[in-house]
């Protein structure tokens, strides 16, 4: 009997292990024989545009890996973001053994509504998920979620073919009461600026609004799928200025949330996954100075999460993205100044968030008048061990109206950012 349980434990196992491979490397880590691929010794590193620079708004661009090893990139382009009605949302393509991005095209368009910040998932079905945000009045706080599945995403000639498209509808969990409780601790604070106190005064008096509560939130970097198959939605909201867990236990058919992620300014969540179970978010910092790298964990499967505190990661008010890496390390992409998009860096940790203790710099501009602008990363591990990130890539001293707008997409491996900045 005591043999008989031991081996059924062992297989429990096993399976628990590759539903946690499929489900954290969405993208692909592992080979179609499930052999994890080793890492080449040698520092690798390149990069180009997408497509060349133009005048042309594009920003928010996210990165996954299909099952048969093309990439595929999303963003969104139009002559502006939420007060411009041309806003769409575009793909491109970067077909394996190939080594330019082919034309862009079509991947999703509410006529006459900006689209924004999409991002995409492949799920343990290997089908693609598109989640995008549509604004209906031209404010952040009037984006309505939508999303869209496909079973037909991998042909080189063609755009994505959508087999499901929905709106994501439902009742954030405990808001109200967990709103106002947060605005109240923040407003017994006899230091804080009047005009903190006002917005907070501000919030606690639009806790109950149901309208304020349903809409306006809404995605910035990959969803995750856990081993029990939840899959995981990251939003925020630009009306509250903080974050919340979107999740479905039914492959998207209902959709409920987490308790509010409430902090001070604390906004566009990404996650990575603790050996325990823990759930770990890194937020942007869109609150007073000093500015950090927000964040909060949960250990419920992200149905409610600790207090939102600082890191001691220096952060402008931008987004980043962590992912789990399957050597058990976790990487981390983000503008690593307090002030200014011009300089993006990757970071490595070995024991799950605690140091990260490799860096090195994707972009650093030193130029003191209007740096460039290297933000809103997206990063994925490959099934052949490469990390790859994609973001938007602005010049920022060229003149209005001239090319210098464009997403750009590097690919490098570990031994790379060891080897840290090579001026350093």
Not at 178 to 187: F, G, S
Not at 274 to 300: C, E, F, I, Q, W
Not at 326 to 351: M, P, Q
Request: proline share 8%; charged share 25%; net charge neutral.
């Amino acid at each position: 009997m005591q043999r008989k349980s031991l081996a059924k434990k062992s297989v429990l196992q096993f399976f628990s292990w590759l539903v946690l491979q499929s489900a954290f490397f969405p993208a692909g880590s592992l080979t179609a024989e499930n052999q994890v691929i080793p890492e080449t010794t040698a520092p690798f590193y390149k990069a180009e545009m997408i497509f060349p620079l133009e005048p042309w708004h594009n920003h928010a661009s996210c990165l996954v890996e299909l099952p048969n090893g093309d990439l595929l990139i999303c963003w969104y382009n139009g002559s502006g973001e939420q007060e411009a009605d041309d806003v769409k949302i575009l793909g491109a393509r970067k077909v394996k053994g190939e080594t330019a991005w082919r034309p862009r095209f079509l991947m999703a368009d509410t006529p006459n509504f900006p689209d924004l910040n999409p991002c995409m998932i492949i799920d343990p079905q290997k089908r693609l998920w598109l989640f995008w945000p549509v604004i209906l009045a031209n404010e952040f706080h009037t984006a309505l979620m939508k999303y869209r599945i496909s079973t037909d995403c991998q042909d080189p000639d063609r755009p994505p073919q959508w087999g499901w498209n929905d709106n994501m509808l439902f009742i954030p969990e405990n808001f109200s009461q967990q709103t106002r409780e947060a605005m109240d601790r923040y407003l017994v604070n006899k230091d804080l600026a009047s005009v903190a106190s006002q917005e907070f005064k501000r919030l606690r008096e639009k806790a109950s609004d149901k309208m304020f509560n349903r809409l306006g939130w809404m995605t910035r970097a990959h969803p995750t799928v856990l081993p029990t198959g939840r899959l995981i939605v990251p939003l925020y909201s630009d009306g509250w200025s903080f974050s919340l867990m979107a999740f479905s236990d039914d492959w998207g058919k209902t959709w409920s949330t987490s308790s509010p992620l409430v902090g001070a300014g604390n906004i566009q969540p990404s996650i990575a996954l603790k050996k325990d179970g823990t759930l770990v978010a890194y937020m942007r910092d869109n609150g007073p100075p000093p500015k950090r790298r927000h964040v909060s964990s949960s250990s419920d499967q992200g149905l409610t999460w600790t207090p939102v505190v600082d890191t001691d990661l220096p952060n402008p008010g931008s987004g980043c993205e962590v992912i789990n890496m399957k050597e058990g390390l976790w990487a981390l992409v983000y503008n690593d100044t307090e002030e200014g998009r011009h300089s993006l860096a990757v970071s490595i940790s070995d024991d799950e968030g605690k140091r990260w203790k490799w860096t090195r710099h994707l972009e650093l501009d030193p130029r003191a008048a209007r740096p460039g602008s290297f933000h809103y990363p997206s990063i994925i591990q490959t099934r052949d061990g490469l990390l790859h990130v994609s973001y938007s890539y602005f010049l920022n001293h060229l003149p209005e109206g001239q090319p210098r707008k464009s997403i750009k997409h590097a690919a490098f491996n570990l031994a790379w950012v060891k080897e840290g900045d090579k001026d350093k």
